[in-house]
């Protein structure tokens, strides 16, 4: 396993442990003690013998061997140093919890990059600097000062922030929730989120990785490698630091729709990483993935001895469309037999309010051997005769003898089911303190399952003309011109596959009457003039002339107008363009983001498109799957389809639009931000139109 040093080092030296109780080093060499750790514990600290019973060195060389973890705990400006000491002796693993760095300014940067560069050129390996320390309970090893060693588990938990994973190692501990690994990565300075997540995911005793981040490094490997683990095992991430301020100016609608928070719901969507909201929603799922197997499908089966949390279970159940078991007549004829004349033996299974342990553990058995359920979730409140405890021990022990199926616990109260939460705990069943809580834990587990087993992705590839959109670009790109026109943005769909409207510039009201004539009434014309992108907001586009008076008209009121509005703007013409009618209006749309690329974008179209917000994003290159579910998860799908009786529109075409796009966007990393609005979509067997187009492009 990578970071193999890191997590079961055979010796360790402390670089800066103090002999003051309540000093960072004194803590971390504390905790090691405390932790019982087996392998070799090195204090240096110059200024005393010995610190808790154990010898001092006064630097890393007078140990006289090469500890395989060092662990440095002195001022910042002490730790390069420190390093050159580590790169004499051949230490090869450093945790540095110093901070001072890159966090507070330039002074900090650059001492972080001189501690990079002796890492690098010693080939040292640096978690760090600004960090909490490692911790590993199974190797006994607490290097950190985070607190008690918490317990074995098979949690690997990462955290960019070393003050939250203390908060998280605090509540742990109070609910004996176990760890594999934990790591504080600080400031990243050279060991990453990817590289812990890589080392956890090939850990045999990482079942789950959770973790905090604020920011990814290189957003393309973890897009594809943190794909790659996912199928593997499940990733559950709290993501902090994503607001719109990441969102730049933008020209176009979907840039000003994108930001770097749409940007990670996409990565994580497209990783297959779950995302969790709190540090408790996150356990909760955690809890269930450490510690049930995956359910092989979404039927609910409920036991409970109290009918409204029996209905409120039911309720969510539906609300997150799982399937609702229906147990076999073989089940209910054995649930007949033992339970009480007046339990209901239909799912959710009432075993009434007097049941006690018993009466669980039958029904739990007797529900567990049903192949039409798929999971169980067993509810409790407790009753004067209710023995909570022993009803915890009874679903411990029949869940444990029956491991195939998730079982899942609720026990509603508080002081009377003290006890039992802490069985529930130690026999690894995921206990809940509400229905929808329990639920809504039981979705995420089917929604991953459904991600891990839903088809290869694979992404089409159209036949285009590459060459006309690469001279297009350069054209602009050597003028230093970053908006493409229109009817150069008309050359570049047309080559991968768009169909535009027909039309042409006009510079007279007679050549506009003209045109008209020739392409077919209703007309379109649109003010045609590089400085204007908005063309609606200053009367630039006039809809539905019918005829060579209005065309004249309209032409001669739009150069009228326009120059007194936008005096600078450079006005050439107008365009004369067939108007496309009959069809429902969508919009689609790109923005780069910096991080992770493209992002397409999906919604309704026309003006109102920034104030609906009726969008869906999705990171580029889109499979058709990919394409359709974009569409499927906006309102405007509904309308699309066709409603009461109105006939919808082609679908397929509108998904292909995306996936011509996804190519065209993915094979041009200078186009930065692009909307296609409207693109013009009627029934199936007719051409959608893509009327108007808007891209920028910048050199890379
Ligand atoms: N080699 C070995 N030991 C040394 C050296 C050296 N070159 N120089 C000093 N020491 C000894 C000192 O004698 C001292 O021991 P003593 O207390 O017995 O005298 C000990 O090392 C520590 O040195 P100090 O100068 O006293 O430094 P101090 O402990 O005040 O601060 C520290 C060092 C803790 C690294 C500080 O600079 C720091 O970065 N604090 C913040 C740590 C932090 O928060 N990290 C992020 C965690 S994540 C989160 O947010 C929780």
Known sequence: MALEKFFSPNSVAIVGASRKKGKVGYEILKSMIDAGYEGGIFPINPNTETIEGHKCYPDLESVGQAPELVIISVPATTVPTVMQQCAKIGTKSVIIITSGF???????????????????????????????????????????????????????????????????????????????????????????????????????????????????????????????????????????????????????????????????????????????????????????FANQPLPKGSKVAIITNAGGAGIMAADAVEQHNLGFAKLSDETIKKLAAELPAAANLYNPVDILGDALADRYEFALDAILDDAGVDIVLVLLTPQAMTQPAAIAEAIVKIASQKPTKPVLACFLGAGK??????????????????????VSTIKVMFDYLRWRTRPKRVVKLFPVNRRKVENVIERYLRRGVREIGEEDSKEILEAYGFVTPKGSIATTAQQAANIAQQLGFPI??????????????????????????????????????????????????????????????????????????????????????????????????????????????????????????????DIDTIAEGLQRLSQLVTEFPQIQEMDINPYVVGPAGTTPIAVDARISVEQI
């Open 102 to 288: 890159k966090e507070v300014g330039k002074e900090g940067r650059e001492l972080e990059q001189r501690i990079v560069q002796i890492a690098k050129q010693a080939h040292i390996r640096i978690i760090g600097p600004n960090c909490l320390g490692v911790i590993v309970p199974a190797n006994k090893l607490n290097a950190s000062f985070g607190g008690e060693l918490p317990e074995k588990g098979t949690i690997g938990y990462l955290s960019q922030s070393g003050a939250l994973l203390a908060a998280i190692l605090d509540m742990a501990n109070a609910n004996s929730i176990g760890f594999s690994k934990l790591v504080s990565i600080g400031n990243k300075a050279d060991i990453n989120e990817l590289d812990v997540i890589k080392a956890l995911a090939g850990d045999t005793e990482t079942r789950v990785i959770a973790g905090y981040l604020e920011s990814i490094v290189d957003g393309n490997a973890f897009v594809s490698q943190a794909e790659q683990i996912s199928y593997r095992k499940p990733i559950l991430l709290m993501k902090a630091g994503g607001t719109s301020a990441g969102a730049k100016a933008a020209s176009s609608h979907t840039g000003s729709l994108a930001g770097s928070e749409v940007a990670y719901e996409c990565v994580f969507e497209r990783a297959g990483i779950i995302r969790c909201d709190s540090i408790k929603q996150q356990f909760d799922y955690a809890q269930a």
């Open 417 to 438: 089911i003290a006890d039992a939460v802490k069985i529930l705990r130690r026999g690894k069943i995921p206990q809940y303190d509400s229905t929808e809580v329990a």
């Open 524 to 649: 379109v014309l649109k003010i045609w003039s590089p400085e204007i992108l908005h063309k609606s907001d200053v009367g630039g586009v006039k809809l539905g002339l019918n005829s060579a008076v209005e065309v004249t008209d309209a032409f001669d009121l739009m150069m009228y107008r326009i120059p007194k509005q936008m005096p600078d703007a450079d006005i050439l013409g107008v365009l004369v363009q067939q108007m496309c009618g009959g069809g429902k209006e969508v919009i689609l749309g790109m923005n780069r983001d910096p991080h992770f690329g493209p992002l397409m974008m999906f919604g309704m179209g026309g003006t109102m498109v920034e104030v609906l917000k009726d969008v869906s994003f999705y990171l580029a290159p889109l499979t058709a799957e990919e394409a359709k579910q974009m569409l499927i998860s906006t309102r405007t799908y509904r309308m699309l389809k066709g409603e009461r009786g109105e006939e919808g529109v």
